[in-house]
């Protein structure tokens, strides 16, 4: 199974950026689809999950009202759209299959990740 991120860069603060993951491998609607972040020297924190269907997405408080995640199934996709986003330390964004999608999830924990992308880098400088 592969994982694979893209759609990461350099944006300004209040920018917008849009991150992809494609799956291949395995079939995509089996998991739920959950997006991490860490920055240098932090611990990886969860942003958002979305359930196979779509029906139910959690969002970090952090990123809530900022940041987007849907999918298309047809397509073996899921986005990740950053909003106004903030000047921070880099980070970098992954993308994870999961078997289940939960709060739990959004906290950080990723126990249910079973396949792992290597990530792709957000830097909004300050």
């Known amino acids: 199974v592969q994982v694979m991120e893209s759609g990461g860069g350099l944006v300004q603060a209040g920018g917008s950026l849009r991150l992809s993951c494609t799956v291949s491998g395995a079939t995509f609607d089996d998991y739920g689809m959950a997006w991490f972040r860490q920055a240098p020297e932090k611990e990886r924190e969860g942003v958002s999950c979305?359930?196979?269907?779509?029906?139910?997405?959690q969002y970090a408080e952090s990123v809530q009202g900022r940041f987007s995640t849907f999918r298309d199934n047809s397509k073996n996709m899921v986005y990740l759209q950053l909003k106004n986003l903030k000047p921070e330390a880099p980070a970098t964004y992954s993308c994870?299959?999961?078997?289940?999608?939960?709060?739990?999830?959004?906290?950080?924990?990723?126990?249910?990740?079973?396949?792992w992308g290597q990530g792709t880098q957000v830097i909004v400088p300050s």
């Open positions: 994870g299959a999961a078997q289940t999608c939960n709060a739990d999830t959004v906290q950080g924990i990723d126990v249910w990740v079973v396949h």
């Open positions: 979305i359930t196979w269907n779509g029906a139910e997405i």
